[in-house]
């Protein structure tokens, strides 16, 4: 069932400054619409979230030098690591995407869900129309 264009609630988050943890949890319930009254756990969220200057990103601690990402080729010996501060430098949408990813659950919902999460790395998006909820 497909909801029509009434429904649908745009959040902006801003990620200047931003500690990545705290911001993932906001992105990751305003997404799924958890405080919302018409929450439904297997109802597809119609929600769209939209997260600028991604570049910008904050961390704690020693993460910057010390976290790392893996993902596997699927070949023997085909892991690769990248750390955090590589990966901001190469793309650092990925950094708050795959952690907005591990605070969702793991079901078949993921996927349309994550298709509602729009990351830029400047303050520039071309959502303009889209009006925000706060």
């Known amino acids: ?26 992105v990751s319930e305003a997404l ?8 439904e756990r297997n109802i597809e969220p119609t929600n769209k979230v939209i997260v600028i200057n991604c ?16 993902h596997h ?3 023997h010996g085909g892991i690769k690591e ?3 501060k590589d990966q901001r430098a190469k ?13 969702l659950p793991k079901n078949k919902l993921i996927t349309p869900t994550l298709k509602n999460l729009y990351l830029y790395n400047d303050d520039q998006h071309p959502h303009t129309t889209a009006k925000f909820v706060n």
């Open 1 to 26: 069932m497909k909801n029509n264009d009434q429904n649908i609630k745009w959040y902006l988050f801003d990620a200047k400054g931003a500690i990545l943890g705290r911001l993932a949890t906001g």
């Open 32 to 39: 799924r619409g958890k405080k919302e009254v018409t929450f």
């Open 55 to 70: 570049q910008k990103i904050a961390v704690t601690g020693k993460k910057e030098e010390g976290k790392r990402y893996y």
């Open 73 to 75: 080729s699927g070949f």
């Open 82 to 84: 990248i750390g955090l």
């Open 91 to 103: 793309d650092a949408t990925e950094i708050i995407k795959t952690a907005v990813k591990g605070m």
